[in-house]
């Protein structure tokens, strides 16, 4: 024993022994299970069909607020396990990637950003898995910022908006693209910092 135990965010939540089978791992793959219908309404009728654009908004729309609602109940009924620190931020990503190639592949966003973020997010991923027998590295603040950012701009972006609202769209996912790099880095120090000091 090192003595050492990987100290989680701040704003992190302690992990219980209860199983993983409850309410709130249900709503993660809920959120898992509706990423295909998502994506098939995206790109029904060439993917520029008004009335299916905004059902995979509804969608999309459904799939995020899961990531709230799961968050709470998992907090509010001691429901926080290890598997659902994995499971919500892999299901996030699902959507999100899914949503993101979409849009690139039908011309509403540009692939430069899709990359960008993807990166980040299989990076982080795949950090998680490096860092994870010295324990699961949690989402940090702007991380959540981060994911609430991308969330709002893909939305807008799926919606068949014009003028204004999609310049304000557009602005909203720049910020959210800058968050992204940023938290990205902020999560591989913190991941060569456990590395570095459970070493020791």
Known sequence: MTGFEPRPDPIADPVTTVSAWNLANALTMLRLALVPFFAAALFHGSGHSTGWRVTAWAIFAVASITDRIDG???????????????????????????????????????????????????????????VIRHGVMPASRGGKVKTLLQGVAIGLLVLPLSGALHLA????????????????????ARALRWRRVVRV
Do not use: C
Not at 173 to 186: E, K, P, Q, R, S
């Open 72 to 130: 709470e109940v998992a907090r509010k009924r001691g429901l926080i396990t290890e598997f659902g620190k994995l499971a919500d931020p892999i299901a996030d990503k699902a959507l999100i990637g899914t949503a993101l190639v979409g849009l690139s592949m039908l011309g509403d966003l540009h692939w430069w950003v899709t990359v960008v973020i993807l990166v980040r997010e299989v990076g982080v991923t795949l950090l998680r898995f490096w």
């Open 169 to 188: 769209a557009s602005l909203v996912m720049a910020a959210a693209v800058v968050l992204t790099v940023i938290t990205g880095l902020d999560y591989v």
